[in-house]
């Protein structure tokens, strides 16, 4: 029975979690759970964080319950039966099904792989064996760059501006009627602020603390907020968050951290350098960011689909509307393609016009000397 490379065991080997020859007293359930245990410490030695591990094995443990299968007893028409409740039963989306079908395709690829040892211990106990269910001709393939919901959209500039009044009128009907809650108001729409004015991901604002604005010594205008360290940008697969200087380019945006840092925040008393503490000095977290944002925008009567990554969006299509290059737009927002920048980028008739009438004018030589 082979279960490693040479004399060395790899991580999530049968042989770590099942002592051969020794019976079991519940010899499916405990074998399953053996699996999932050393597929666990796989996905540990190559640096997966802890949620996307617990993660997985929900998704397998959910789809064992729903098969009432065993892995060893799976076949592929159980994932096609599977994928067809998600779509008529459980309406989820497209990259959603995709994202399930790749998690148990990884799943099988480890029971099926003969340096683990699971097909020797499973056909030895049960007589039968781990296959790949998961094939080109029966899951979703990725076809298109963007899979995200045709309603999550950049914000107009009405939208926004519109969106950014709200949260500011929020903040004075609180406090004129001398209630608890202004500064937590105050805080919600500054936050919502800065995720549009450096282009960030939600995770990445949560997690700010007020040593990350610097000076940019090209742009000493700006003070002390010239520059924002982004110490928590995504992480590529099993890789540490990676790590981004954003250049501030909007004046209103500087001035309101210059505010929230220097008058405001200090007024919650935090002894933790978080930028967004909470009245029980903690951090802020994400599903916050998203109740805060749903509330005015269902305030607004703004589209459903809308959430807070819009703004990230509405950031990069705001910058190309205004001239920024698009290297420079690429670099600010952390993506390593420019094609990913690109399906970020809804930029508005007005500018595509504008474009167009340039392109035109130059090219015929029309509105020039002659």
């Not at 499973?122 to 296959?131: H, I, K, L, M």
């Not at 603390?209 to 995504?234: I, M, Q, Y």
Request: charged fraction near 25%; glycine fraction near 10%.
């Amino acid at each position: 029975m082979m279960q490693g490379v040479g004399d060395r065991i790899l991580p999530g080997a049968a042989a770590l979690s099942l002592v051969g020859g020794v019976s079991l007293l519940h010899p499916q359930d405990q074998v399953f759970a053996a699996m999932l245990e050393g597929w666990g410490r796989q996905q540990q030695s190559r640096f997966l964080a802890p949620s996307t591990i617990a993660g997985r094995r929900q998704l397998v443990e959910r789809f064992a319950r729903w098969t009432n299968e065993y892995p060893w007893q799976w076949r592929p028409a159980d994932l096609e039966e599977w994928t067809a409740a998600a779509v008529s039963e459980r309406k989820v989306a497209h990259s959603t099904v995709r994202g399930e079908q790749v998690t148990l395709s990884l799943f099988c690829e480890y029971i099926c792989d003969a340096r683990y040892g699971w097909t020797a211990e499973c056909e030895s106990r049960f007589g039968s064996f781990p296959v790949q269910i998961c094939h080109e001709w029966n899951t979703v393939q990725h076809r298109s760059e963007f899979e995200g919901r045709p309603g999550n959209r950049p914000l107009t500039r009405v939208e926004l501006q519109a969106l950014f009044d709200h949260a500011d009128d929020r903040v004075g009907q609180v406090r004129a009627r001398g209630r608890k809650g202004w500064l937590a108001a105050f805080r919600d729409a500054t936050l919502l602020k800065v995720a549009y004015g450096w282009g960030l991901r939600r995770r990445e604002l949560t997690m700010l603390e007020t040593v990350d604005f610097g000076r940019n010594p090209k742009a000493p205008e700006f003070g002390d907020a010239g520059v924002l360290s982004v110490r928590w940008g995504k992480a590529k697969s099993g890789g540490p968050p990676r790590r981004r200087s954003v250049l501030s380019v909007f004046p209103w945006a500087v001035e309101v951290v210059d505010e929230w840092v220097s008058e405001v925040r200090p007024l919650y008393g935090a002894s933790l350098p978080v930028l967004w503490p909470t009245e029980r000095q903690s951090r802020m977290g994400i599903v916050y960011v998203n109740k805060v944002f749903a509330r005015y925008r269902d305030e607004l009567g703004l589209p459903g689909e809308l959430g807070p990554h819009c703004l990230r969006h509405s950031y990069v299509t705001h910058l190309i509307e205004d001239g920024w290059d698009p290297l420079f737009v690429q670099q600010q927002v952390g993506h390593a393609w420019a094609s990913t920048t690109a399906i970020y980028t809804g930029v508005s008739s007005d500018y595509k016009n504008v474009v167009l009438r340039r392109a035109l004018d130059d090219r015929f030589n029309l509105g020039g000397d002659t």
